[in-house]
């Protein structure tokens, strides 16, 4: 049974939060749900690119009970509030560039599990990542799970949502950061990449991968040696082999 306190049920609810500076993680609306007002909540779910699923009233039902068994009136939706609140990525750029530090972001295509995001958020925080960017739709959500396995580190860096990693390369790219892929498919090791300039580092989802998209506009790419017989590591160890190489390389040159 979900926490009610991290709930909102109703659709006015959820629109007036939508609407206000709340995060929310995801929607459940009734299926077959109509009507002018629930057509104005699935309006603004597209607009803002929040994630959302159409569900049984069961469900909703389901989520809605209180710890004494009774049933908030739902009106059709049910919400979840984000554990967290992002920051916009334009207000983040600004601030690291006003900084004297070489800059570090470290981008997550697509990372599906909570406990990987949560790992990988701990040690982005301690190897001083910056800002860590995640898309909107097809990430896991940074809920309790992630933030326990983060040991809370997800208060305390930067976390910024947007509609696809493609615009964030985009953006950092302006700003002239090095796109670095972490990536099985190139011949180049990750050890003979430089960090020392403005970086951010591309991770890719434990299935698929980074995004053809993303590759394709990175500026380098770098696969970590695997000398045994499994193929890949665990992305969240990745993604700590290729941060403290960058931690090196700075302490090394600083």
């Known amino acids: 049974m ?58 909703l039902n389901r989520l809605s009970k209180s710890d004494s068994n009774r049933t908030q009136n739902h009106q059709g939706a049910v919400a979840k509030i984000s554990s967290i609140s992002f920051t916009e990525l334009e207000i983040i750029i600004e601030s690291v560039s006003q900084q004297n530090k070489t800059s570090l972001f470290l981008l997550l295509d697509q990372i599906s599990d909570v406990r990987n995001i949560g790992a990988i958020i701990r040690t982005a925080e301690c190897t001083g990542v910056d800002a860590i960017i995640i898309p909107t739709q097809g990430s896991a959500p940074i809920n309790a ?27 950092l790219k302006e700003i002239d950061m090095q ?14 990449i430089d960090f020392t300039k403005p970086t951010a580092i591309v991770m890719g989802s434990e299935h698929k991968g ?21 193929e890949s590591l665990n992305v969240s160890v990745a993604s ?3 941060l403290y190489e960058c931690v090196r390389q700075r302490m090394v040159n600083g």
């Open 2 to 59: 979900e926490n009610n306190q991290t709930l909102i049920f109703g659709i006015r609810a959820i629109i007036e939060a939508i609407n206000s500076v709340n995060d929310l993680e995801k929607v459940y609306i009734q299926k077959d749900i109509k009507g002018e007002i629930s057509n104005e909540l699935k309006y603004l779910l597209r607009k803002k690119n929040i994630s959302s699923s159409y569900v049984p009233i069961e469900k």
């Open 145 to 171: 799970d992630t933030i326990k396995t983060s040991a809370g580190a997800a208060f305390k860096i930067p976390i910024c949502k947007v509609d696809h990693i493609l615009d964030a390369v985009y953006q």
């Open 179 to 192: 796109i670095v892929a972490i990536t099985e498919k190139t011949d180049n090791s990750v050890y003979n």
């Open 210 to 230: 980074i995004s053809n998209s993303v590759l394709k506009n990175s500026d380098v790419k770098g696969k970590l040696p695997l000398l045994g017989e499994i």
């Open 240 to 242: 700590g082999v290729a």
